[in-house]
């Protein structure tokens, strides 16, 4: 199942708190921020059918990438074998 990074934005601070309490979602860094229109917001990453729940709930959800996705993607870069033998060396 995908996983998202998501803002959440909700006017109530117990709501945030509920987050993590209740709804047992994986907050980044646990600081809770405020936007320029008052409402606390927090970056996590939730599954689609979390957000559908945040959602119920009265959250603001903002999805962004899907971050499995992203790491599968970026795994492709990392270089294959050993980069520290020397070529002049057989093992």
Known sequence: MPR????????DREAMLDLVRVHKIPVYD??????????YA???SASAADIAKLKAAGYS???HEDIE????K???EVGKGDRYRRPDRAE
């Not at 998202?4 to 006017?11: A, G, L, N, Y």
């Open 61 to 63: 959800v903002e999805k």
């Open 74 to 76: 970026r795994q492709k």
């Open 42 to 44: 927090v970056q996590a």
């Open 30 to 39: 646990h600081g809770v921020q405020r936007t320029s229109s008052g409402d």
């Open 4 to 11: 998202f990074r998501i803002t959440i934005e909700s006017p």
């Open 69 to 72: 996705a992203r790491g599968k």
